[in-house]
């Protein structure tokens, strides 16, 4: 059994947006509405926890009603951190789960293929995280910004999301990590801090994040030039 947490519930500052980010139209669709029609419609993934804002739980059950998103079986409030938020999630998921997904509410792109890559990689590794391989120069400088170093760009990643776990791997990393006080800006950091071997996997360059407006503007041209159908039919 596969279950897809989805954290949604940041704040959104950097979008700089009266309405909250996730709930902006994208194409006539809300933004959020693109991952979780993915995931809903995936025959990799059994079900999926929704974790959103206190104040945007009655808009998330409306969007999944009107959508006919069928596989988020909670949408629950989420806590200060997207680390606190991940733990609510985790606190919903079905004890005969076996893997955990986790993939940003934010990053609209997420395709079937990339799913099924990721799914593929559970048979063999218990930690899996998607990126891509850095293209540019990578400089390290000092706090007044002058160069340090370059580093060898071939041993460093960016990383996306989904993240996808052993279940009681994943548990047992936030446990840790909150009994630590270790906060961490990614899933995959806190199963590494416990000694448990991540496997990271080729995602995709359309796999992009919508933190700002420009990224907003990025995405819109992605939707209208890509041949791709980013949502099933039964959805639209």
Known sequence: MVTAIVPAAGKGARFDSKKKKLFVLLEK????????????????????????????VTAAERLIKECRISKV??????????????????????????????HDGARPFLTEELIKKVVLALKKYYAIVVGLPIADTIKKVTPSLFVKS????????????????????????????????????????????????????????????????????LAQAILKTSNKELYHESTK
Do not use: M
Not at 29 to 51: E, G
Not at 75 to 89: F, H, W, Y
């Open 150 to 217: 370059t580093a060898k760009r071939e041993f460093f990643w960016t990383v996306q999301t989904p993240q996808a776990f052993k279940a009681s791997i994943i548990q047992r990393a936030y446990q840790k990590a909150k009994k630590d006080h270790f906060l961490a800006t990614d899933s995959a950091s806190l199963v590494e801090r416990i000694g448990i071997p991540v496997r990271i996997i080729r995602g995709e360059p359309y796999n992009i994040k919508i933190t700002t407006k420009d990224d907003f503007l």
């Open 29 to 56: 669709k809300p933004l959020l509405f693109y991952s979780l029609a993915t995931l809903s419609n995936s025959s990799f993934i059994d079900d999926v926890i929704l974790v959103v804002e206190r104040n945007n």
């Open 73 to 102: 079986k909670a949408i629950i409030p989420g806590g200060r951190t997207r680390q606190d938020s991940v733990v609510l999630g985790l606190k919903k998921i079905d004890p005969l789960c076996d893997f955990v997904f986790i």
